[in-house]
């Protein structure tokens, strides 16, 4: 074997490391709720359906492969993403998987059941018209997870109580309503509750790894021009 193949064979062993590292459909889940905010171990494994130890099981592999981060707080253990690329594969997986899975669209079909998406599909119209007033842009996650990161001139009302807070929101403009991401169901939901009240609800299928992708990418844009 020469010197060149044994280099290369290392170098694709490296990357074949870090793929299987994500190649489980919790490992991949995971990932998600951490681009929404850190989380404990314990919060991981609630919000994943998974027992502790198996959540555990998954972190270290992660972990490992130094796909997430984890810090001691007082009792618990504090997980967090170990860098944005992260985010950014996780979006480019779902880009590629919707291309090219027919199954994945059906069951995106599914979860997304009534709720039509904004018509205005690109993120820069939908901040501006939310700086404007226009629209209001309604957060449904948990409120820890929007402390940690949203959209600019979000409002957050976590789903288990929009519709006992329904009366905060203007009948008079639309609803845009987000979540997690394309995976999540509660935008669907809350789009189906405020149409039953009358509302002009819609889902975003943006989410938190969306925002980290963008965010990485606007700073690889920066370092490449030298500004």
Known sequence: MTPQRIIKDSLYGQLARLTKSVAHPKRLELIDLLCQSPKSVEQLAEQSGVGMTLASAHLKELRQAHIVDAQKQGRHVIYRLACPQTASLLVMLRSIAADCLLELQDALDKVNGSAEPWVQTDGPTLLRKAKRGEVTVLDVRP?????????????????????????????SKPVIAYCRGPYCLWSAEAVTLLKASGYRAYSWPEGGANWIANDAEAAREKTASGS
């Not at 820890?144 to 203007?170: D, G, V």
Request: charged share 35%; aromatic share 4%.
């Open 143 to 171: 409120a820890q997870e929007f402390e940690a990161r949203h959209l600019p001139h979000a409002r957050n009302i976590p789903i288990a109580e929009l519709a006992k807070r329904l009366r905060e929101l203007p009948k």
